[in-house]
């Protein structure tokens, strides 16, 4: 999935350029703010390998060409919205997204954060949408996308990071969205839960916590969406859509 080769790359002495892999506008799909207009910014890079991750030219097989802030905040300007998804890959692995979110901040733009929650960094974000990773996500070799699991001790090490979460709670607005393949996803998503409650100074609700199926595609949506519902209706937690998907199904650029 390669970049808009229509604009230009930038040098590479540029301190606050950033891998960008895509930009695009689109309906936010996840979460909250589901179906706010609002411009995507995906950075290149991941530090973990989700088997399943749906944007896998920013992990497994990074694609991308190198931005500046001006290019950056000049696409976005071109769309009609006021709100500024940053995504990934893993967006807090570039220090070089603080003085964007600050640009974009001083222009009015709400910002979300789509986050594995693994990184803090210190920046102007309005919703850290924290996207906590379970075991059931770890690229064992029968699951491996690229290799023969050469990823999965990795991942596991380095999947939760519980202080790292308290403290982004603790900094941000927030919502913590976990991606649930099945039921056995639920004691785990509790004990994390129970975790962070306990290392954070900030109330975490039920409804701060919720549960999105796993899928890329409108079938394999159609196939968990109902067992996700009653799963966060049974905890008390909140469901969320990918509504991307059920408008676009796996359309580049939704
Ligand atoms: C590609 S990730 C980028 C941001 C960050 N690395 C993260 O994982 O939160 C964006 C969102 O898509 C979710 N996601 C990735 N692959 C998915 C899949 N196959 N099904 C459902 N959600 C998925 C992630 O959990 C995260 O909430
Ligand atoms: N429409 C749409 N909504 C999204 N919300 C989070 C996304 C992401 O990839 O981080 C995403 C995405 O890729 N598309
Ligand atoms: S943490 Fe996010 S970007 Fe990284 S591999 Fe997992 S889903 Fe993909
Ligand atoms: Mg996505």
């Given at each position: 999935?390669?970049?808009?080769?229509?604009?230009?790359?930038?040098?590479?002495?540029?301190?606050?350029?950033?891998?960008?892999?895509?930009?695009?506008?689109?309906?936010?799909?996840e979460g909250q703010?589901?179906?706010?207009?609002?411009?995507?910014?995906?950075?290149?890079?991941?530090?973990l390998?989700c088997?399943f991750?749906?944007?896998?030219?920013?992990?497994?097989?990074?694609?991308?060409?190198?931005?500046?802030?001006?290019?950056?905040?000049?696409?976005?300007?071109?769309?009609?919205?006021?709100?500024?998804?940053?995504?990934?890959?893993?967006?807090?692995?570039?220090?070089?997204?603080?003085?964007?979110?600050?640009?974009?901040?001083?222009?009015?733009?709400?910002?979300?954060?789509e986050t594995n929650g693994t990184?803090?960094?210190?920046?102007?974000?309005?919703?850290l949408s924290i996207s906590p990773k379970l075991s059931s996500s770890t690229?064992?070799?029968?699951?491996?996308?690229?290799?023969?699991?050469?990823?999965?001790?990795?991942?596991?090490?380095?999947r939760i990071?519980?202080?790292?979460l308290?403290?982004?709670l603790?900094?941000?607005?927030f919502q913590l969205k976990f991606v649930v393949t099945d039921a056995d996803d639920l004691p785990e998503i509790e004990r994390i839960v129970d975790r962070v409650r306990?290392?954070?100074?900030?109330?975490v609700?039920d409804t701060d916590v919720l549960l999105m199926p796993e899928g890329?595609?409108?079938?394999?949506?159609?196939?968990r969406?109902?067992e996700v519902a009653?799963l966060a209706?049974d905890n008390g937690y909140r469901y969320t859509p990918r509504?991307?998907?059920?408008?676009?199904?796996?359309?580049?650029?939704?």
């Open positions: 999935m390669p970049v808009n080769d229509s604009i230009p790359t930038t040098d590479q002495s540029d301190s606050e350029a950033l891998p960008i892999n895509e930009l695009f506008y689109s309906l936010q799909g703010l589901a179906g706010t207009p609002s411009v995507f910014v995906r950075t290149s890079g991941c530090n390998r088997w991750c749906d944007s896998y030219h920013t992990s497994w097989e990074p694609v991308h060409a190198q931005w500046s802030l001006e290019t950056i905040v000049s696409e976005i300007q071109s769309h009609p919205a006021d709100h500024v998804v940053l995504t990934g890959g893993e967006p807090l692995i570039h220090t070089e997204t603080v003085p964007l979110m600050e640009r974009l901040t001083e222009l009015g733009y709400h910002i979300t954060v990184i803090y960094q210190e920046a102007p974000i309005d919703l690229p064992v070799a029968a699951r491996d996308p690229a290799g023969n699991g050469e990823w999965a001790d990795r991942h596991e090490t380095q990071d519980i202080d790292t308290a403290t982004l603790d900094a941000y607005e306990r290392a954070t100074q900030t109330t609700t890329t595609t409108r079938e394999s949506i159609d196939e969406r109902n009653q209706m509504l991307h998907v059920d408008l676009w199904n796996d359309a580049p650029g939704t």
